[in-house]
């Protein structure tokens, strides 16, 4: 199982970006997938979430400017990003929580990341 995630860059504060994350490989179904970042000497932290039945769920700093979305057709996640502030540079890592067909149940995968970094 493979997850790859694309779309970050460099943009100036205010702008957008949107983020692909595309699971492949040995997939039976797809839970929960998300986002989540990780700043240099900090912690990883939820951005945001989304259920196999589309039910959302967003850190409080991100609420009203991120939406995330999913094409469980594609195994794709999303995130749309909007008003982006220099608080949000972060690398941003897609994850999935997935039964590849494993006896021993479904189990979180992480993406390699990608980097996002908004200037002022």
């Known amino acids: 199982v493979q997850l790859q995630a694309s779309g970050g860059g460099l943009v100036q504060a205010g702008g957008s970006l949107r983020l692909s994350c595309v699971v492949s490989?040995?997939?039976?179904?797809?839970?929960?997938m998300g986002w989540y970042r990780q700043a240099p000497g900090k912690q990883r932290e939820l951005v945001a979430a989304?259920?196999?039945?589309?039910?959302?769920n967003y850190a409080d700093y991100v609420k009203g400017r991120f939406t995330i979305s999913r094409d469980n057709a594609k195994n794709t996640v999303y995130l749309q990003m909007n008003s982006l502030k220099p608080e949000d540079t972060s690398v941003y890592y897609c994850?999935?929580?997935?039964?590849?067909?494993?006896?021993?149940?479904?189990?979180?995968?992480w993406g390699k990341g990608t980097q996002v970094t908004v200037s002022s």
């Open positions: 994850n999935a929580d997935l039964w590849s067909g494993s006896s021993y149940g479904a189990m979180d995968y």
């Open positions: 490989g040995s997939i039976f179904s797809i839970n929960a």
């Open positions: 989304i259920t196999s039945g589309g039910k959302t």
